[in-house]
């Protein structure tokens, strides 16, 4: 008969902690990348699969475990096909250093108040709301990227470099319709306009609202994969927006644009 000395527990230590953390996390930031899009389906009958497979071996099915066998060896080169945009978001995400700085990393091991703003306050955020309505107004389209803790460097780098101060008659300037810079994305950081004509990823969310044309598919875009702050204006409607993590604020007044620049520069 055992007694409790026989028994060996399972032990856990630190390593192990860090492991699943790890797990944890990356796990969370493909599910995040994922969600709302055809993938999440994908990833479900994928994942069915593989269950049925381990229960047609434990029954020892050997037709059936022989044909889900094949199917299972090629899984990754699969997945790679079937997830490209997906594993292409991470691989930014973790190229632009946002795997070290993510939110949830600083919740887990920040020991400092986590009140505390780490963010460059953007001082010309008046302009930018200025520009916005008065190109609302005449319906000229635009969006405007801010960063925040992300550098937007491999963004920055597709665009012409500009390094202005940011007014509004710069960024109308930037947006008029005969303007050479006004396609793609101003990039702001640093309380400069670093960037314009900038190419940006567009969202793949299958649920994505199908009025909402390219500009707005790219405001969506840069904030699932950056921490950055997009504001774009529809040359449809004149209709101003704001997106940050993935999500939409659509048709904004003064009051609310400023009210969601400045919650989301203090985050």
């Known amino acids: 008969m055992l007694t409790p000395l026989d028994i060996n527990f399972i032990s856990f230590g630190i390593p192990d902690a860090i ?4 797990v944890a996390f990356i796990i969370y930031r493909l599910y995040k990348m994922v969600k709302g899009t055809a993938a999440v389906n994908i990833f479900i009958g994928l994942a069915l699969i593989y269950v049925i497979y381990i229960i047609v071996q434990a029954f020892d099915l050997k037709l059936l ?9 090629i899984g990754v080169i699969a997945v790679m096909i079937v ?3 997906e594993i292409r978001k991470f691989l930014l995400y973790i190229g632009s250093n946002e795997f070290l700085k993510d939110k949830q990393w ?4 920040s020991f400092t108040n986590s009140s ?9 955020e008046q302009a930018i709301i200025d520009a916005c309505f008065n190109m609302s107004k005449s319906k000229t389209g635009a ?19 500009v390094d202005s101060a940011v007014t509004d008659k710069m960024l109308e300037n ?22 314009a004509r900038c190419v940006l ?38 209709a101003v927006s704001l997106s940050v993590n993935g999500e939409i604020n659509p048709e904004l007044n003064k009051e609310k644009l400023r009210y969601l620049l400045e919650k989301n520069l203090k985050a």
């Open 143 to 161: 969006l405007i990227i801010i960063a925040r803790k992300s550098d937007l460097k491999f963004y920055i780098n597709t665009g012409e470099m």
């Open 106 to 109: 600083k919740k887990i091991f």
């Open 65 to 73: 475990g022989s044909i889900l066998g094949k199917f299972i060896n």
């Open 19 to 22: 492991d699943v953390l790890l």
């Open 116 to 124: 505390q703003n780490t963010f460059t306050f953007l001082t010309d």
């Open 174 to 195: 930037i947006f008029y319709k005969n303007s050479p810079l006004h396609d793609g994305a101003v990039i702001i950081k640093d309380n400069r306009i670093v960037a």
């Open 83 to 85: 997830f490209q945009q």
């Open 201 to 238: 990823p567009v969202t793949e969310k299958g649920s994505f609202p199908s009025h909402y044309g390219m500009r707005h598919r790219a405001a969506v875009g840069i904030t699932e994969t950056t921490d950055a702050i997009a504001i774009s204006v529809s040359e449809q409607t004149g």
